[in-house]
T-cell receptor, first 110, second 116 residues
Framework: QKEVEQNSGPLSVPEGAIASLNCTYS??????FFWYRQYSGKSPELIMF????GDKEDGRFTAQLNKASQYVSLLIRDSQPSDSATYLC??????????FGTGTRLKVLA | DGGITQSPKYLFRKEGQNVTLSCEQN?????MYWYRQDPGQGLRLIYY???????QKGDIAEGYSVSREKKESFPLTVTSAQKNPTAFYLC???????????????FGEGSRLTVL
């Protein structure tokens, strides 16, 4: 069974700090990696996607991928209370299957 | 606007009843998916479809059924055989898998089913 693992949290950071969210995956063949943000009671929304090793930056968000270590992370700079949500890591395994981690709950303290 | 529409948003079911959740997309996506989410849990795949008139079981298909008669529509029926159906149900769509350039899943707003 292919898996995606995340620490469930909650991860608490003060406003303005950097939040670091981590994810490991078991399928070495995975090529596409996604971070979704999910507010309580709402559906997930895409924050970042990354395909290549290294860093990808988009505004306050940076995704980092290390395929050798099977590790993908999301950094949120200048964290805001509105960033408080559950962050889901997802990978594509095989030709159709998006596999999701259980999510990390982030709390940004004002 | 392009997107995915799920209905109803909230649904209550008595034990022994079948209920059908609607999912319609106008993104012209070939692939459609149904996920179930329980409190504090990730998304678990129920069924997926990559083409009209064809669909495949996911990890937790027992007690569910689907149809794909039109590209735009992928309804999910929660049957009385599903022993613990209370959950948040999410419909999603995507382009067909195309290697590393495969895009993300687009989600509907979800349907929350409660069994009374």
């Amino acid at each position: 069974q292919k898996e995606v693992e995340q620490n469930s949290g909650p991860l608490s950071v003060p406003e303005g700090a950097i939040a670091s969210l981590n994810c490991t995956y078991s399928d070495r063949g995975s090529q596409s990696f996604f971070w979704y943000r999910q507010y309580s009671g709402k559906s997930p929304e895409l924050i970042m996607f990354i395909y290549s090793n290294g860093d990808k930056e988009d505004g306050r968000f940076t995704a980092q991928l290390n395929k050798a270590s099977q590790y993908v992370s999301l950094l949120i700079r200048d964290s805001q209370p509105s960033d408080s949500a559950t962050y889901l890591c997802a990978v594509i395994s095989g030709t159709y299957k998006y596999i999701f981690g259980t999510g990390t709950r982030l709390k940004v303290l004002a | 606007d392009g997107g995915i529409t799920q209905s109803p948003k909230y649904l209550f079911r008595k034990e022994g009843q079948n209920v059908t959740l609607s999912c319609e997309q106008n993104l012209n996506h070939d692939a459609m998916y149904w996920y179930r989410q329980d409190p504090g849990q990730g998304l678990r795949l129920i069924y997926y479809s990559q083409i009209v008139n064809d669909f495949q079981k996911g990890d937790i298909a027992e007690g569910y059924s689907v149809s794909r008669e039109k590209k735009e529509s992928f309804p999910l029926t929660v049957t009385s055989a599903q022993k613990n159906p209370t959950a948040f149900y999410l419909c999603a769509s995507s382009i067909l898998y195309s290697g590393r350039d495969t895009g993300e899943l687009f989600f509907g707003e979800g349907s929350r089913l409660t069994v009374l």
